[in-house]
């Protein structure tokens, strides 16, 4: 049940994410930063996306991903149809990776460690999909804010 749970919110999230990116009314927008706001949207998708493909991707489906963290915040200017088509890619790294997982996987350990604590891989994507709404809102203020 909870598995169930997890990929509706991240298939929610994720596809709320798409929206966010496409409203923008133009796309050089996405890459604003003004007003001490340190992250611009663009940024943060690649952010949101990168964190999935690592702790998702990477660590429970084997996907072979190698996560370069400083990319999601250092690159500027992908077009938004690159950025749409990452977060595609990441749903259905996500749901395919989560629908093979069982209820005694969640009860496993996370590994590797993340904040040097212990931590069931259950709690861990909980963790991950308090995450992306975090990030996802901030591109949705971003967007209120900055897209004028």
């Not at 709320?16 to 663009?42: F, H, M, P, Q």
């Not at 084997?62 to 977060?87: A, H, N």
């Not at 790294?93 to 496993?108: F, H, P, R």
């Given at each position: 049940?909870?598995?169930?749970?997890?990929?509706n919110?991240f298939?929610?999230?994720?596809n709320?994410?798409?929206?966010?990116i496409?409203?923008?009314?133009?796309e050089?927008?996405?890459?604003?930063v003004?007003?001490?706001?340190?992250n611009c949207a663009?940024n943060l998708?690649?952010?949101i996306?990168?964190?999935l493909?690592?702790y998702?991707?990477?660590?429970l489906?084997?996907?072979?991903?190698?996560?370069?963290?400083?990319?999601?915040?250092?690159?500027k200017?992908v077009?938004?149809t690159?950025?749409?088509?990452?977060?595609?890619?990441?749903m259905?790294i996500?749901?395919?990776?989560?629908?093979?997982?069982?209820v005694?996987d969640l009860k496993?350990?996370y590994?590797?460690?993340?904040f040097?604590?212990e931590m069931?891989?259950?709690?861990?994507?909980v963790h991950?999909t308090?995450?992306?709404?975090?990030h996802?809102?901030q591109i949705?203020?971003h967007r209120?804010l900055?897209?004028i």
């Amino acid at each position: 049940m909870i598995l169930d749970i997890v990929i509706n919110i991240f298939k929610r999230d994720l596809n709320k994410l798409k929206t966010e990116i496409e409203s923008y009314s133009r796309e050089d927008r996405l890459w604003i930063v003004d007003k001490g706001i340190g992250n611009c949207a663009g940024n943060l998708c690649l952010h949101i996306v990168g964190n999935l493909n690592a702790y998702i991707g990477a660590n429970l489906g084997d996907t072979g991903y190698i996560r370069k963290r400083d990319l999601e915040f250092s690159l500027k200017d992908v077009p938004r149809t690159v950025l749409l088509s990452q977060v595609d890619a990441v749903m259905t790294i996500v749901d395919e990776t989560l629908k093979k997982m069982s209820v005694e996987d969640l009860k496993k350990e996370y590994s590797p460690k993340v904040f040097e604590a212990e931590m069931t891989t259950g709690y861990f994507l909980v963790h991950l999909t308090s995450h992306l709404s975090y990030h996802l809102g901030q591109i949705n203020y971003h967007r209120r804010l900055l897209d004028i």
